[in-house]
């Protein structure tokens, strides 16, 4: 249980769990500060961890402050902080550089609390802090205003201290239909910040700002890095000093007066998220560990999906979208999502975004037939909405245009013809909840794909201020709203593609859309670097149409199906279309998904590092190393016939495997190697320090292994 505590001079305290210590310095009353952030120190005695904390002091250097700098979770410029500040903020331009001193602190074993405050500023804060059972650390701060008049927040930002041997930033850019594109760079003295004001988590957002050792991969070299969980403006940096000193962090980015808080009000940022990792497979560990641990992570099978979009657009016809369900049961899909174009006046992307009343005209019947046939197909039934949303020319827009978000009285600009509603005013808020509600209801839809097809720009009330911030407070609300009405309803966070991926909204959704482009080629990367942050189970990960409708690439059945397997499997093609060879191999893959299912969504992630950029390899291992799935994906044409061994990580080393290659379908170019003809057993060690030559395979191909402790049931 907590302890709560009067601070003294000697409190030191030590958080551990998952492989991982965190020290923290809570002594003279101060903030508490980050001693140690990285690999488990074992246990300390109080002395020891005092001769830690006093060996973290550096002397003081020429020209800087006569006492060492004190670096807080929530940095402090009066004790000499000239970085980015924790808070930053003013009461009619006073009160601006608050003196904290903390007056609790509760403890336990994996968290603490520390109450502050500055009674002549008239300011309170409490900064919490916690180690998870995987070892990810997170920690959060909120100001409270205590004095008369209005204190204004511009920032509230959170950071913790990065080894001055980490040199390297790895964060992610993108846009649409090509998200989590990794990007490197040294970190130099001054501030590599990455902001989002685009409203929600962004395309091309930081994702996870990591600062390493330099030269780290995915299994070697130390990297701390850490990932703002929130869905609106937000910002990740890495801060590197003259002094030497280094941190990263992250916060809530506020727009102009969004936070002015009256006496007696709070404002409390969103959580940041910190894992270190020996190496980045260690760290992405660390985040899947704990969202598997949640209560509400989804704990049934990931049904494989089908996903009428790019079957059907906005052309919605019962006989077409039955037959569609018919040969997707038969295939043995077990969920059936109904995309956009079946409310009211939607025939095409130009209007009635917000009129969530089903289309007399397109479904004269309603819903029913189309729900009631999946059914009887054993497949569950999912729908598209998409409630933060509304076009102009809808009976909606018409009826509230105060409802829509704007800046001084005026439209921002449209974009894919829609703008944004507020759902920040209560009337607008009950409206589509009450829509969705009688929605779902009707027809039980146990799926909702949620999207959120624009950027908030100039995101405010009407005549008003800055509202992304009530937006995405309310937009969590109504999810967790529709979630308690509909306990079993799973929703998916769809936004563009892949543009509102984070930890936050996760709180509320069952997967992701990774994005909007299904390019097998373009999904290979795109998976890789999500998995940074999410496990594979929460990746909607789909098969592409033979000719893709974002790239015009063509793939095999076999490259597009081998590169979705990984994920949550679904497909995303006009199985009409198909041919009965390619039908054939799409069944194949489905049965060997949901045979390796339970391994691909619970085993440990493994990235291979690879010199050659046309191969990937990658996989997942069992917790308790008797099996694993691994894929070697050939993503090019080398400028070499053969590009060397493959290997196979993170397998008990002593034991003895079978290894047996997947070859799924008939009549490919793939020219084995002399070991498959072999017995085709290893021990782990074998696989992970000498390996395997691969089969010489055309580009664009995935080869899947089965990987089985010999001895074990596979």
Sequence with gaps: MPTTTIPTETDLVHLTAGGVSLVLDCRDHALPAVVHWGAA???????????LADADVAPVANNEADVPVRLALLPEPHRGWTGRP??????????????????????????????????????AVRVTVEVLGSGLVRARAAVTNTAEGVYTVDDLTVALPVPSRAREVLDFAGRWGKERTPQRRELV??????????????????????????????????????HTAWSGNHRHYAERLATGRQVAGGGELLLPGEVRLDTGATYEGPWVYAAWGNGLDDQARRFHGWLRSRPQHPATPRPVTINVWEAVYFDHDLARLTDLAERAARLGVERYVLDDGWFRGRRDDHAGLGDWYVDEDVWPDGLGPIVDRVRALGMEFGLWFEPEMVNEDSDLARAHPEWIMQADGRLPVRSRDQQVLNLAIPEAYDHVLERMTAIIGEYAIEYVKWDHNRDLVEAGHPG????????????????????????????????????????????????????DDIDPFERQQMHRWTQQLLPPELLGAH??????????????????????????FGIEWDLAQATADEERTLASWITLHKEWRALLHGGLLVRVDEVDPTRLVYGVVAEDRRQAAFFVASTGRSEVSGVGRVVFRDLDPDTRYRVDPVVVGEGHDVRPPAWWSGDRVFTGRVLEQVGLQPPLVPADWVVPFRVTAVGSEG
């Design 189 to 226: 003295v001054g501030t590599h910040e990455r902001d989002s004001r685009k409203g929600r988590t962004g395309s091309d957002a930081a994702t996870v700002l990591t600062v390493g050792e330099p030269g780290f991969g995915f299994a070697r070299g130390e990297v701390w890095g850490v």
């Design 86 to 123: 924790g808070l930053s903020g003013h009461r009619d331009g006073r009160d601006w550089s608050p003196a904290f001193t903390v007056t609790a602190l509760d403890v336990d074993a994996h968290r603490l609390v520390a109450d502050a405050e500055d009674t002549v500023a008239g300011l």
């Design 464 to 515: 008003g201020g800055a509202a992304v911030h009530e937006q995405t407070l309310a937009t969590y609300r109504l999810m967790a709203t529709l979630k308690e009405r509909f306990p079993s309803l799973e929703i998916e966070s769809c936004s563009s593609g892949g543009a509102r991926v984070d930890l936050a909204v996760l709180e509320h959704t069952d997967r992701v859309w990774v994005s």
């Design 543 to 568: 098969v592409a149409s033979g000719v893709n409708h974002t790239t015009g690439r063509f793939h095999d059945v076999s490259f597009r199906a081998g590169t979705a397997l990984i994920g949550h």
């Design 41 to 51: 120190l074992g246990s300390l005695s109080d002395a020891e961890l005092t001769a």
